[in-house]
């Protein structure tokens, strides 16, 4: 065996050499090798244009490819966004075609002779068999064009009308206060271009024994796109559908409007192709000490974090769009120190249209109105103007009643130079009742960042009236960060400050305007300079940081200086424990003018496991010299159906003991006529849209908790699919995404494999709809088994016509992959067609085992009539009509 195995090797050899020559026949080869001539049948990966198409089996001989199933690869083709028809495919894909071999790159490219590519009239393929990858090239008219490609406007994705909804929840309670906020965005589809959005809040608050529940629906509207780029939509708006593309964009962060109920019409943003994320102001806090910072937007708790000691920025990526002011609320040690507000804007995609012209226009009653006081109609208008390349100039007003107006001008600009990426941003407002207002933001980005962000709000004479909803008060801000690398590590150094005057008297005296009576002042500012460096020792990971700050709050101040060195070690997940282990440990020290100095000693462990469903835990526990200590779990469950955390954490100071709690939750749901789905959550202040894939069922056999597919969406990370199994994708609308379908892996006795619907699809899907992406899929299975005849002789040899490449060895036994579990086993001999019976599967066995089956011999009638017409049977039916006529010359019965 081993003489002919080398012999094997050396003309399979020879024949790749020769392939160039022309097709090779029998007669090229000696006796008993002509099945190098005949080939085998590969399972390969397939790709087009960086694009997988999955496994296929293709039969491979030395100087051609032929595809088995040309059908389902034109279909996995054309979702990859092929133009050709099936039938020109199939014409294309179900002939030889060369294997082109010696173009393949490899992994050290070719520079004397062109490789990689092959100019081709219908499709044409290049086999590297170093990475088993058959590369296709298609005619380039049978791709899409470039042009279309840079296409301004992007074409809906053809979905039903649906309710999408993503919500959220958080919970917060410690020693102080107990907070609970809970919000949902949704969108049902409404006819082709229109639907009914809204936007929902709920909170609860409770403090010293008093609770204050609020519930409001913030939109509540319909949404009609006349084309492209207008739009008119009625019902209950916010400013925020202004500030993202929906709306044209508009950034007006000092215009003093909220709700309306009313009617809206202008230009549009939302079918232009640009993938560009909207990004907020920064929001920032000084911290003396490791913290927890609960941020809210009035009693909406918008998010939680805990973070470390110096200046540290709030993660605002699920903030919603808009302009508003964020209360920070700082819990050192399980009780709230204080709490501070800062500005805060974000659109849905800085510089989005600043090339184009854009306007709107919107009237109706002012919802927002407290106390006793009657609504108020108002009116507003808008327009920006492309002023040079990267820039618009903005220009809006709002009148009230015919009586008070107030406009607000800014100019944006976003340009690329040699020292990187500046963003630079400055507006103004005017009152007629004397209100003024002023913005200045500068971003700039590269080896050193620096972000500057100040606002300013000045009513007459810093007085709260009664002519609502003019600006109350005077109020400014200011954030400052800058950030550069230095001696290996990075320096980051800041300044806030945050002001405000509000003359509070109960009634408005002409005759006193500068009254100081009920005035109430507030001042925060702060420094910080941090200085981080990171580096590897052996078996782990340091940190050290340092730092100094000064914050002054009212007539407090305090200064001092922090530092921390951490030591962190990473385990990967091993097949015993299947979870992977990150463990930290650290010190603190700060020094500060009130005294409040210390050391904190804080150890961490974190186990994480991944999977359909990726979990996480975290246990910690710190102590300080002042006697107080801590102790907490952390747990989070990412999955299909959302995403769920929680905290606890007990604290023991000086004042007594206390527990504090934290718990969230993001999900979807979507209902329409093909059924109800639950999905995961999903970022973003849009009415939302969706995506169902579906895995069909199928009429093989497969064990129970078979993964047939394995998907990632746009939010999501990978999840396997079982056969008859749905995913609920959530999108937002008017939003570029994809979904990616790939083979199964998550099973341990089989191996899914998708027939129809892999790769990767794009969706463009309006609000309120819910694209369907449906799945074939089958299940490879690997058996393990040895097949005997009806005189227990060993079937040697035989070809197994249900498994692509499976074949026994002298001793007639197999290790073959088939397509689901085969109630019966047809094996070919050269002359015979043998029929073996197959007991069912082991639902948990990662390998079949069938041990010694008995077969008979069978007729051609009994083959199911998917097998009779495969490939594979007619080629074995020609060679068992030609070694019958040579056993007829022979005269050999």
Not at 5 to 12: D, G
Not at 307 to 318: K, P, V, Y
Not at 416 to 445: F, H, M, P, V, Y
Not at 525 to 535: K, L, S
Request: hydrophobic share 40%; with cysteine.
């Amino acid at each position: 065996m081993p003489r002919r195995l080398l012999l094997s090797i050396a003309i399979s050899y020879c024949l790749a050499e020769e392939a160039m020559a022309g097709m090779l026949t029998h007669s090229d080869v000696p006796a008993g090798f002509e099945s190098l001539v005949d080939g085998q049948v590969e399972r390969v990966e397939v790709r087009i244009a960086g694009t997988s198409l999955g496994l296929h089996p293709v039969l491979v001989r030395p100087d051609s490819l032929h595809f088995e199933d040309a059908s389902r690869l034109a279909q996995n083709m054309i979702d990859a966004g092929v133009t050709a028809s099936v039938e020109s495919l199939l014409v294309a894909l179900g002939r030889q075609m060369p294997a082109n071999r010696h173009l393949a790159c490899g992994d050290a490219a070719v520079i004397e002779t062109q490789c990689g590519y092959v100019t081709t009239e219908q499709v044409a393929a290049i086999f590297d068999e170093s990475k088993g990858v058959v590369e296709l090239f298609a005619n380039p008219a049978w791709l899409p064009s470039a042009a279309a490609r840079r296409s301004r406007w992007v074409a809906p994705t053809p979905a039903v009308n649906a309710l999408v909804h993503r919500h959220g929840f958080n919970y917060s309670d410690n020693a102080d206060y107990r907070a609970f906020s809970a919000n949902g965005i949704g969108a049902l589809g409404l006819g082709e271009r229109g639907h009914f959005g809204f936007e929902w809040q709920y909170s609860h608050n409770r403090r010293e024994g008093a609770g204050e529940s609020h519930f409001a629906f913030d939109d509540a509207y319909y949404r009609h796109d006349l084309d492209r780029t207008h739009y008119v939509q009625a019902g209950r708006m916010d400013m925020h559908g202004l500030a993202s593309p929906l709306g044209g964009s508009f950034q007006l962060a000092l215009m003093p409007l909220g709700r309306i109920d009313g009617v809206r019409a202008g230009t549009t943003l939302a079918w232009v192709d640009q993938e560009q994320a909207g990004h907020g102001t920064p929001v920032t806090v000084v911290l003396s000490q490791r913290a927890r910072v609960d941020a809210f937007r009035g009693s909406q708790l918008l998010s939680t974090s805990y973070l470390d000691a110096g200046m540290q920025s709030i993660d605002t990526r699920m903030f919603p769009v808009g302009s508003y002011p964020v209360t920070l609320r700082v819990i050192e040690n399980g009780r709230e120190t204080r709490s501070e507000t800062v500005a805060f804007s974000r659109s849905g995609g800085e510089g989005l249209g600043s090339d184009q012209w854009q306007w709107f226009a919107q009237g109706g009653r002012v919802v927002d109105v407290p106390g006793d006081a009657k609504s108020r109609d108002v009116a507003q208008f808008g327009v920006r103007l492309p002023t040079m390349r990267g820039a618009s100039l903005s220009n809006a007003t709002t009148v009230f009643d015919s009586r008070r107006a107030y406009n607000e001008t800014r100019l944006d600009w976003h340009v690329l130079t040699g020292l990187g990426a500046w963003t630079i941003s400055a507006g103004a407002l005017i009152g007629s009742d004397g209100t003024r207002g002023d913005l200045q933001q500068l971003s700039i980005g590269r080896t050193v960042a620096w972000n500057l962000y100040r606002q300013a709000m000045r009513a007459k004479d810093c007085r709260v009236v009664e002519d609502w909803p003019a600006p109350r008060g005077c109020h400014s801000s200011l954030t400052s960060t800058i950030s550069l690398p230095l001696a290996g590590g990075s320096l980051t150094a800041g300044y806030t400050y945050g002001g405000a005057d509000q003359f509070a008297a109960p009634w408005h005296d002409p005759l006193s305007p500068h009254l100081d009576y009920g005035v109430s002042r507030q001042r925060n500012e702060g420094y910080d300079a941090t200085f981080a460096r990171a580096f590897s020792v052996q078996g782990g990971f340091v940190s050290l940081r340092m730092g100094a700050y000064r914050r002054e709050a009212g007539n407090v101040t305090d200064d001092g200086v922090h530092a921390s060195v951490s030591f962190s070690r990473h385990r990967n997940a091993s097949q015993a424990t299947r979870a992977s282990v990150h463990q930290t440990a650290s010190v603190d020290a700060r020094t500060s003018r009130n005294g409040d100095d210390g050391a904190q000693l804080r150890g961490s462990q974190t186990h994480r496991w991944e999977g359909a469903t990726r979990r996480e835990v975290t246990v910690s526990a710190a102590a300080d010299t002042d006697s107080l200590w801590e102790a907490g779990i952390d747990g989070r469950i990412d999955g299909r159906y959302g995403t769920a955390g929680a905290t606890a954490f007990h604290y023991d100071t000086q004042m007594g003991s206390s527990v504090a709690w934290t718990a969230n939750h993001t999900g979807s749901f979507a209902v329409s006529r093909n059924g109800a789905f639950l999905g995961a959550g999903a970022p973003g202040g849009n009415p939302g849209a969706g995506v169902v894939v579906h895995v069909n069922n199928s009429s093989r056999a497969y064990p129970k908790g078979s993964v047939a597919a394995k998907v990632a969406g746009a939010s999501s990370g990978d999840v396997q699919l079982g056969f008859g199994e749905s995913m609920l994708v959530p999108m937002e609308g008017y939003t570029a995404a994809r979904t990616h379908v790939a083979d199964g892996d998550g099973s341990r006795q089989s191996l899914g494999t998708v027939v129809s619907g892999a790769g990767r699809r794009d969706w463009f899907l309006q609000p309120g709809k819910l694209g369907v992406q449906q799945i074939e899929a089958t299940l490879t299975m690997t058996y393990v088994g040895r097949l005997v005849d009806a005189r227990e002789q060993p079937l040697s040899h035989v070809l197994l016509l249900e498994s692509p490449t499976g074949q026994t060895g002298e001793d007639g036994s197999f290790i073959a992959e088939f397509d689901g579990h085969p109630a019966r086993i047809f094996a070919l001999d050269p002359l015979q067609l043998h029929v073996c019976d197959v007991a069912a599967p082991d639902a948990v066995a990662a390998v079949q085992r069938l041990g010694t089956t008995r077969c008979r011999v069978g007729s051609v009638d009994e083959l199911p009539l998917e097998l009779r017409d495969g490939e594979r049977f007619k080629r074995w039916a020609l060679r068992r009509v030609a070694n019958l006529q040579a056993n007829i010359e022979q005269g050999e019965p």
